[in-house]
């Protein structure tokens, strides 16, 4: 039987992330655990028009390749992948996993080299994205591995997910993820007249040089779902400490109570509660490892707990990130890396933002609204 | 289960596909088959290859039913690059409702056959230049096995029985059974023209100068057939196929042809006549035929209505109408291959250039 909720998000996904037009070519990249979503997104792009495939990707293949394969293997990168994500216009990824910690007791090493082969393929459809000439959306079908994460029921995870997404309720989500648009736009436009930001809160007063950076507003386009506002900061300026309440997940495994010290924009020192070798090979795994590629604010507000889940917890209302690794260079960010790991830092407490030296945000709240944006002519 | 399934990855992968080093393998399957191509990845890298799944979803029903002609006729990049750039191809094909495109009219089906043309033609080519080697093989479903009239772990057996994988060494009766083959392939391969001569059926097929092929397990598995391409206006007479004809999914039960110099003048059916007429229409030369057959596996002893295993039956020849194997010297194109089968282990015969060659579904001598 058809979820009506499921059906809902892939017409989201088609008619508003992607906006697909006629005769585009789509890839819809799920497991086979997310198969009643991506026929959803299938679906709803044969109605736009457009010819879609679905690109299965099984679970236990990577489990299997880290386990037995040789190092050709590992590093392999087939031309047939090079050569789609040059021939289709738009992807949708949709991570769900079954079970979430299926490479937690991978080889570190050999799994860092088999993230880098991925990462050609990943950074080669960044530059098209960039270029406008792709399309692409990430998101989620939820799961009981997922859920588990969260410490919820399925059920319980599953209006989660949807309210996220602003497809549980009636009504019209196209229109909520418009509005939502429109204020996350107006907050990057402001953002942009700052030079340097100040984040004080438990464990944690950093300073990050933004001057000449460009904001982006995660407005549901890219993820779905979405509702932050970003930067990549300058590479050299970020000093200070900074601690995450939150546990920081990357691929699997999971690294607890992080404080991270920055002097010129590297991390001069790192400690963990738990985790620490796997947090320390993160921060060699290359010479951009160890600076800041984003930061940015939380603002979906119906998102309002942490779910072990970098989609959802990023956004979380309230909270600011950090990404360690690389950059986006199309809002000037010029740090390169093969990693791109974000972690979250709770300040709906005590946290206090400062923006050149004056207090904007309080409590997870920015304290005034910007003013709406300036139509261009 | 997981053990046999993981011997049949391992002859697929080291017997039939012969993988080597370096080799690219494209594993094409639906998520349904997850288990097998789970495995043939896990051997696909044993033996050194590289790996590229090209794992979809059954979306055929959707996009048939919901789909504009030319979403339906679209061929996708990612069907192209691999069609271009695989050293070796795998197909598992087991789809868990093998009845799901009944109400998709002929047409359209016609449609996505002369859509993918130039694509099968491409594959072929590459192919008959060694530049690909390809692997059609099938998964024990719940739904294979209720066409098959058993139950699901009854079907597991008939499967692996097929495919000679229960003894200690499937490579080894594979390579014995293989040499039978090409034993058969060239005492035919020293004949002009076959009578075929059953209940029903008086055909003469003509083919000299065309080569008879073992079909030994690498490019179907399980396999067992010998096959060539006759001339293709050398075929006359009429056939009665005794067991029924399914293509996609769609069954048309006794099936009766007559042919005149290679063409077929008329096509009756119990059943689904209008569906035969439909794909005989496809194109000009799916009203010829692409392939003869004699199928020789006599661990495929019952009909399954699965056309990997029933061109196979021990005792049976079958005939397809539409596209002929070039490898064979073959020369008629078409969008179709549709494969249909007649028993000939009771009451038949078969003679070569005038002599008795084989009885009751057995040959006499070669």
Same mark, same amino acid.
């Given at each position: 039987m058809r979820d009506p909720r499921v059906a809902h998000l892939g017409e989201l996904i088609v008619s508003y992330s992607l906006a697909l037009e006629p005769g585009k070519v789509v890839r819809i990249d799920a497991p086979p655990v997310a198969a009643p979503l991506a026929v959803e997104i299938y679906r709803a792009a044969l109605a736009a028009g457009a010819h879609p495939f679905v690109d299965v990707a099984l679970e236990r293949l990577p489990e299997l390749l880290l386990a037995d394969g040789t190092e050709a293997q590992l590093e392999f990168v087939s031309p047939i992948a090079r050569a789609e994500v040059e021939a289709v216009d738009a992807i949708v990824t949709i991570w769900s996993e079954s079970n979430t910690r299926a490479l937690s007791r991978a080889d570190p090493d050999r799994q860092r080299r088999y993230i880098e082969a991925t990462q050609q393929l990943a950074k080669r459809r960044w530059a098209r994205m960039t270029s406008g000439e792709l399309d692409w959306c990430g998101t989620l079908f939820p799961t009981e591995g997922h859920a588990q994460d969260a410490e919820m029921s399925l059920g319980e995870y599953e209006r989660f997910v949807f309210r996220a997404c602003h497809v549980e309720e009636p009504g019209d989500p196209v229109a909520h993820w418009r509005a939502a648009s429109d204020e996350l736009g107006a907050r990057a436009q402001a953002l942009e007249e700052v030079r340097e930001l100040r984040i004080v809160g438990p464990g944690t007063d950093l300073k990050l040089g933004v001057e000449g950076r460009r904001w982006s507003a995660a407005d549901g386009r890219l993820n779905m779902p979405d509702g932050e506002v970003y930067t990549s900061p300058v590479e050299t300026l970020t000093e200070g400490e900074i601690s995450f309440t939150f546990p920081a997940l990357f691929h699997g495994r999971e690294v607890t109570d992080i404080r991270l010290r920055f002097e010129g924009g590297a991390v001069v020192a790192a400690e963990a509660a738990r985790g620490g070798d796997y947090l320390e090979a993160l921060l060699a795994m290359d010479a951009g490892s160890r600076r800041l590629g984003e930061v940015a604010f939380g603002l979906n507000y119906e998102i309002d707990r942490f779910t072990r889940n970098t989609l959802f917890d990023e956004k979380i209302g309230g909270t600011m990130h950090v990404a360690l690794g690389s950059s986006f260079h199309e809002l000037g960010g010029l740090n390169e890396s093969s990693l791109h790991w974000d972690l979250v830092c709770d300040l709906r407490g005590e946290g206090e933002v400062y923006a050149d030296g004056e207090l904007v945000w309080r409590a997870g709240r920015f304290l005034e609204q910007p003013e709406p944006a300036v139509e261009h002519v | 289960m997981s053990e046999r399934l993981r011997r049949l990855a391992d002859v697929i992968v080291g017997y039939s596909a012969g993988v080597k080093e370096g080799d690219l393998?494209?594993?094409?399957?639906?998520?349904?088959? !997850?288990?097998?191509?789970?495995? +043939?990845?896990?051997?696909?890298?044993?033996?050194?290859?590289?790996?590229?799944?090209?794992?979809?979803?059954?979306?055929? !029903?959707?996009?048939?039913?919901?789909?504009?002609?030319?979403?339906?006729?679209?061929?996708?990049?990612?069907?192209?690059?691999?069609?271009?750039?695989?050293?070796?191809?795998?197909?598992?094909?087991?789809? &868990?409702?093998?009845?799901?495109?009944?109400? +998709?009219?002929?047409?359209?089906?016609?449609?996505?056959?002369?859509?993918?043309?130039?694509?099968?033609?491409?594959?072929?080519?590459?192919?008959?230049?060694?530049?690909?080697?390809?692997?059609?093989?099938?998964?024990?479903?719940?739904?294979?096995?209720?066409?098959?009239? $058993?139950?699901?772990?009854?079907?597991?057996?008939?499967?692996?029985?097929?495919?000679?994988?229960?003894?200690? =060494?499937?490579?080894?009766?594979?390579?014995?059974?293989?040499?039978?083959?090409?034993?058969?392939?060239?005492?035919?391969?020293?004949?002009?023209?076959?009578?075929?001569?059953?209940?029903?059926?008086?055909?003469?097929?003509?083919?000299?100068?065309?080569?008879?092929?073992?079909?030994?397990?690498?490019?179907?598995?399980?396999?067992?057939?010998?096959?060539?391409?006759?001339?293709?206006?050398?075929?006359?007479?009429?056939?009665?196929?005794?067991?029924?004809?399914?293509?996609?999914?769609?069954?048309?039960?006794?099936?009766?042809?007559?042919?005149?110099?290679?063409?077929?003048?008329?096509?009756?059916?119990?059943?689904?006549?209008?569906?035969?007429?439909? $794909?005989?229409?496809?194109?000009?030369?799916?009203?010829?035929?692409?392939?003869?057959?004699?199928?020789?596996?006599?661990?495929?002893?019952?009909?399954?209505?699965?056309?990997?295993?029933?061109?196979?039956?021990?005792?049976?020849?079958?005939?397809?109408?539409?596209?002929?194997?070039?490898?064979?010297?073959?020369?008629?194109?078409?969008?179709?291959?549709?494969?249909?089968?007649? =028993?000939?282990? &009771?009451?038949?015969?078969?003679?070569?250039?005038?002599?008795?060659?084989?009885?009751?579904?057995?040959?006499?001598?070669?």
């Open positions: - | 393998v494209v594993i094409e399957g639906t998520a349904n088959v !997850e288990p097998l191509l789970n495995e +043939i990845y896990a051997s696909v890298l044993q033996a050194r290859g590289l790996p590229s799944p090209r794992t979809t979803l059954e979306l055929d !029903e959707l996009l048939l039913s919901e789909g504009s002609e030319e979403q339906v006729e679209w061929v996708s990049p990612a069907e192209r690059e691999d069609v271009e750039r695989a050293d070796v191809w795998i197909v598992v094909d087991a789809p &868990s409702n093998t009845k799901a495109l009944t109400a +998709i009219s002929p047409e359209r089906q016609a449609a996505t056959q002369r859509a993918r043309k130039a694509l099968r033609e491409r594959y072929l080519e590459r192919a008959l230049n060694g530049e690909l080697r390809w692997v059609l093989t099938a998964y024990p479903t719940t739904a294979a096995a209720q066409d098959a009239d $058993m139950s699901l772990s009854e079907y597991e057996d008939f499967v692996y029985a097929a495919a000679l994988l229960d003894d200690g =060494d499937p490579v080894g009766r594979w390579r014995a059974f293989s040499e039978e083959l090409q034993r058969a392939a060239e005492f035919l391969n020293d004949k002009e023209e076959l009578r075929i001569v059953a209940d029903g059926t008086d055909l003469t097929l003509s083919f000299g100068g065309r080569t008879w092929i073992a079909a030994d397990g690498h490019e179907n598995f399980p396999d067992g057939e010998v096959f060539t391409a006759p001339h293709e206006t050398g075929v006359d007479g009429t056939i009665r196929f005794s067991y029924p004809a399914v293509f996609r999914g769609r069954q048309v039960d006794d099936v009766r042809l007559r042919f005149e110099e290679g063409e077929v003048v008329a096509a009756t059916a119990a059943r689904a006549q209008d569906f035969l007429e439909e $794909m005989i229409a496809v194109d000009e030369g799916a009203r010829r035929v692409g392939e003869l057959a004699f199928g020789l596996n006599d661990a495929v002893g019952v009909f399954t209505r699965n056309i990997l295993f029933d061109e196979k039956i021990g005792g049976t020849v079958h005939i397809a109408l539409g596209s002929a194997y070039p490898e064979c010297g073959g020369q008629n194109r078409s969008a179709l291959h549709w494969d249909m089968i007649c =028993d000939l282990r &009771s009451g038949s015969e078969v003679y070569a250039d005038g002599e008795l060659v084989y009885r009751d579904g057995r040959f006499l001598r070669f």
